[in-house]
């Protein structure tokens, strides 16, 4: 079964609107991390923001914010005044304790496009 | 700056060489990670290390093995390299905590391989 699911393989979106990435997981695991990267076209992976299992308060990092629904295990990535170079991949990870810490489990990804 | 590095950007083989792609990080981390990254997939862990000589299989493994001989160096050996290997590679870090330490992972800028 699919740990991580982004069920929007490709959006556009309007330059200055805000955009919506969703992102559901599967855990039985009551302590995990979630993690949202950005890959641009020139293919390295940019953090961009995290939320803890156990964190009161959605996470925000600037024009990125996390709408962290715990009940229905979603945490949806939502970008507010989409700029041109927003336009990339965004893939959505999740972090479950193991033995070691930290193994990452990625979504399929969603490719976003700002249209100007 | 904190930084990952990979060998190659780009590499092409033929099929059946042994093919080393090598991954090294300046910040000290235990954890490394090799992935494959394939469209409609995204990234698939390989293997990872939570130290020095010490390894665990990720999620597909199969045709693969890794070296980690010094703290900062994980190498990533296609024994006998197959088409179906041909594909993004990305070399990540990170550091080791609790489950509750914000832990991202660092990524390196990949390797597109292709065998021939």
């Known amino acids: 079964a699919q740990k991580i699911t982004q069920t929007q393989p490709g959006m556009f979106v309007q330059e200055k609107e805000a955009v919506t990435l969703d992102c559901t997981y599967d855990?039985?695991?009551?302590?995990?991390?979630l993690f949202w990267y950005k890959q641009p076209s020139s293919g390295e992976m940019i953090f961009l923001i995290y939320?803890?299992?156990?964190?009161?308060q959605n996470a925000t990092e600037g024009r990125y914010s996390l709408n962290f629904q715990k009940a229905r295990k979603s945490a949806n990535l939502v970008i507010s005044a989409s700029q041109l170079g927003d336009s990339a991949m965004y893939f959505c990870?999740?972090?479950?304790?193991?033995?070691?810490?930290?193994?990452?489990?990625f979504g399929p990804g969603t490719r976003l496009s700002v249209l100007p | 700056d904190v930084k990952v590095t990979q060998s190659s950007r780009y590499l092409v083989k033929r099929t059946g060489e042994k093919v080393f792609l090598e991954c090294v990080q300046d910040?000290?981390?235990?954890?490394m990670f090799w992935y494959r990254q394939d469209p409609g997939l995204g990234l698939r862990l390989i293997y990872f290390?939570?130290?020095?000589?010490?390894?665990e299989k990720g999620d597909i493994p199969e045709g693969y093995s890794v070296s980690r001989e010094k703290k900062e160096r994980f190498s990533l050996i296609l024994e006998s390299a197959s088409t179906n290997q041909t594909s993004m590679y990305l070399c990540?870090?990170?550091?080791?905590?609790?489950?509750?330490?914000?832990?991202?992972?660092?990524f390196g800028p990949g390797t597109r391989l292709t065998v021939l």
């Open positions: 990540a870090s990170s550091v080791r905590g609790g489950y509750e330490v914000y832990n991202e992972q660092f």
């Open positions: 855990t039985s695991d009551p302590s995990y991390g």
């Open positions: 939320q803890g299992s156990y964190d009161q």
């Open positions: 990870a999740m972090r479950e304790s193991d033995n070691y810490g930290q193994n990452f489990v």
């Open positions: 910040m000290d981390h235990e954890n």
């Open positions: 290390s939570y130290d020095v000589k010490m390894k």
